[in-house]
């Protein structure tokens, strides 16, 4: 099957962006949203981001209404019915996952393959909820944010997985200009089975007074050439994020290189969510590009 319409569920920061990309790598994408008005804001980010590519020159003004012409959105299941490939990028709760899986498997063509962009929750436990026919066609395509910027999309099969359902995914992964790589599924695939611990140990660092936090965040960004330091990075994904994801590892793995450490949990109990709620590692009410650090241990 050669893939040509594309679905998303979810028009949040994850969704618009995967709906920017497929529709800017030249596919007729519709992307469902509960609200019209959630819609509508997730598109405004897909036109700002679109607005900047056309800015540095990376595509042409023409290029940019093609895009949008290729871009719709529902708040109907029904109109991704002859959809060939549906990305699921909605909230991180398996109950609401695996509802609207099952109900989108009574709707959709029998050829529709189904790929979740969960960065932690098992995708054999939210294929269960389709028929066994679909459960062929049922694997992940984890993106990262942000989607237009970040290369890289890991394919995720299960035990189940159709073997020429993989490799098509893997192709489109392509098509969308993005480097897959190959992981099964394994509760935090690569880069998360990676990453968590490594923010969880810098969280236990600044607890233990190796360094501050500005001086760890530099240290790991000028020491070893990462865009960011852990702390920025951990504002940037989402503080409640984070600990949600080490919760869902430290349950699969129970090694505690995955568990919360107290500071992360007492930060998501007083709401510092990072970048989204203004407070996180960092201040940044007053000058969101030049952020304070908080006065944390
Ligand atoms: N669309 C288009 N352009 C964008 C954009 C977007 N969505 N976001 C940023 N840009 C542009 C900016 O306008 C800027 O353009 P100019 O150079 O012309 O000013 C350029 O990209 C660089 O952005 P910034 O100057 O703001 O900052 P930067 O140089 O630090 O780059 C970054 C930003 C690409 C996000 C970089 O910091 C980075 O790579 N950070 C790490 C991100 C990361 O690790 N993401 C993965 C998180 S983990 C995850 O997503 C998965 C999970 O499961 C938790």
Do not use: W
């Not at 810098?202 to 990462?226: F, W």
């Not at 007083?270 to 944390?296: E, H, I, V």
């Amino acid at each position: 099957m050669t893939i040509k319409k594309v679905g998303v569920l979810g028009c949040g920061l994850m969704g618009s962006g995967i709906a920017q990309v497929a529709a800017s790598a030249g596919f007729e994408t519709v992307v469902r949203e509960v609200s019209d008005d959630l819609i509508q804001r997730g598109f405004a980010g897909v036109e700002k981001s679109l607005a900047k590519f056309a800015e540095k020159g990376a595509i042409t003004g023409e290029q940019q209404q093609e895009i949008h012409g290729r871009l719709s959105g529902t708040t109907t299941f029904e109109a991704l019915a002859d959809c060939d490939i549906i990305i699921e990028a909605i909230i991180e709760n398996l109950e609401e996952k695996r509802k609207t899986y099952a109900e989108l498997d009574r709707i959709c063509k029998p050829e529709t393959i189904f790929a979740s962009n969960t960065s932690s929750i098992s995708i054999t436990e939210m294929m269960t909820a389709t028929s066994p026919e679909r459960q062929k066609r049922f694997i992940g395509m984890h993106f990262f944010n942000p989607v237009p910027l970040m290369k890289l999309v890991e394919v995720i099969r299960t035990i189940l997985t159709d073997e020429t359902i993989y490799e098509e995914a893997i192709e489109f992964g392509k098509q969308l200009g993005k480097t897959t790589v190959r992981t099964s599924d394994k509760t935090g695939f690569i880069v998360n089975r990676l990453l968590v611990p490594y923010m969880l140990d810098a969280i236990r660092a600044l607890e233990e007074g190796v360094g501050s936090i500005t001086d760890i965040d530099t240290a790991m960004k000028l020491g070893l050439g990462y865009p960011m330091g852990p702390f920025t990075l951990g504002d940037f994904v989402g503080l409640d994020t984070t600990y949600y994801i080490a919760e869902i590892m430290f349950n699969e793995f129970r090694e505690k290189r995955f568990a919360p450490p107290p500071l992360l949990k007492r930060m998501v109990l007083a709401g510092l969510y990072g970048r989204k709620s203004g407070r996180g590692f960092y201040d940044y009410s007053t000058d969101p590009k030049n952020p304070t650090p908080m006065n944390l241990v």
